[in-house]
């Protein structure tokens, strides 16, 4: 295995416990952690599909960012930020927010994180991976 196979390895795993603590959180209705784990997952997520394709990842907590990256291999990419340029904000908002601000987050926050990341996921799904090098930047 080579090393870059070994880190797209460990991304997908770390964002994978990511996304099960934020599930848990949830659950335990602890939902500032929640929001958070929620957007450290799908940004680990969107990462490991990147170096998995590209080879390298923008060193950016940016969801909207990391997700442009996907435009040139998924054109719904595009018209997916644009319908929910809201909701992806605040789920980059929790990266700060979550630890350091007086604003608590809600179920109904952390319930749409879940969502966001599941539609998300659901867009990139089938070409995370996909062999396909290509510059970053030039999405």
Do not use: W
Not at 12 to 26: D, N, P, Q
Not at 38 to 45: A, D, M
Not at 77 to 101: K, T
């Amino acid at each position: 295995m080579s090393a870059a196979t070994k880190e797209v390895e460990e991304l997908k795993r770390k964002a994978g416990e990511f996304l099960e603590g934020a599930k848990r959180a949830l659950d335990s209705r602890q939902f500032d952690l929640s929001c958070f784990l929620y957007e450290q997952g799908l940004q680990l997520t969107l990462k490991s599909g990147l170096l998995a394709e590209a080879g390298d990842f923008p060193r950016t907590h940016s969801l909207r960012g990391l997700l442009a990256e996907f435009r040139e291999d998924v054109p719904a990419v595009e018209g997916f930020v644009r319908r929910n340029r809201a909701r992806i904000s605040s789920l980059e908002d929790a990266y700060v927010m979550a630890r350091y601000s007086e604003k608590g987050y809600t179920e109904a926050d952390a319930a749409d994180a879940a969502k966001l990341c599941g539609e998300v996921m659901r867009l990139i799904g089938g070409r995370k991976g996909a062999g396909r090098r290509r510059r970053l930047g030039k999405a």
